[in-house]
């Protein structure tokens, strides 16, 4: 198994992913796209992709702009068979692969009482078999070599949330920690490690047209803490997991939910 070795804090300042070869989904919009924004400026080559025609070549172009090494492509992740392409030809862009990022995902959102079997299949589709897909397609590459997967979890898939209906996403995100934990115990000897980072709500495209009384149910009835949680708030978790520092953090949950799982508002 390949030893990561740690570095003085000196030499990682501002540069903690250096040269490090990382593929992020759902770089159309919000933690995506912050992550990816994120990972370059600490000296990474980012990849990503998006469902959303033209959306994930827009964030890496502005990347690219700027002088990082970001590519973006329109990809749907439910087709297995395109996302395995994407995946590989990736991987040869790259010239081999250190960290992978499942962060895309959407659900269908209904109370449990109108849920349909389409609406909760689509969620298991776009939730969590696309991190099986992308997954196993990037897992021959990373046992080579070792690396860090990260898989975004949600909140939900430990507490259960009344308003709006999120009984899928409940569960496929529940799925996606117990996935996780299964990947940290079978990478471990080939040096792979496996993490969830685990929002709460967070203010991205994702959530920008719930209604107003559910971002206030949120904010005022569950959030311990003042103002809201931006896309940069779990990229910066990302980019501890992805980075070196985290060499000995695997099968781990790492909640950035503003308290939410810790205490209750006055
Ligand atoms: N926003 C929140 O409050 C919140 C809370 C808990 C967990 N999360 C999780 O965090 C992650 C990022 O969410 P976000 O807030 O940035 O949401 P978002 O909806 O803004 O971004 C998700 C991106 O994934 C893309 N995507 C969805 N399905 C895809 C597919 N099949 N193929 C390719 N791309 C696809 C979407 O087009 C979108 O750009 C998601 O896994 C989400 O479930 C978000």
New binding site residues.
Partial sequence: MTEIKTRSLDETIGRRLEGKRILI??????????AQQLFCQHGAHVIG????PG??GATAAELSEQGFHAEGHE????DPQA?KTWVETSIETLGGIDVLY??????AIAPFHEMTLEQWRFTM???LE?IFTVTSATWPYLMKTGGSVIN?????ASMGVAPMGFAA?AAA?AGVLGLTRQLAAEGAEYGIRANA????????????GMPQEIKDYFSQRINLLPGA?Q?VD?AYCALFLASDESRMVSGSEYIVDSGTNGARPA
């Fill in positions: 989904t759902g770089t159309g919009g919000g933690q995506g796209a912050a992709c998006d469902a959303t959306a994930a990809v749907d992740l439910a996302a499942n962060n895309a995902s959407a659900p589709v776009n939730e696309i975004a979890s949600s909140g939900n996403h995100k980072v685990t929002p709460g709500f967070v203010e991205s495209p994702g959530t920008r949680i896309p779990i």
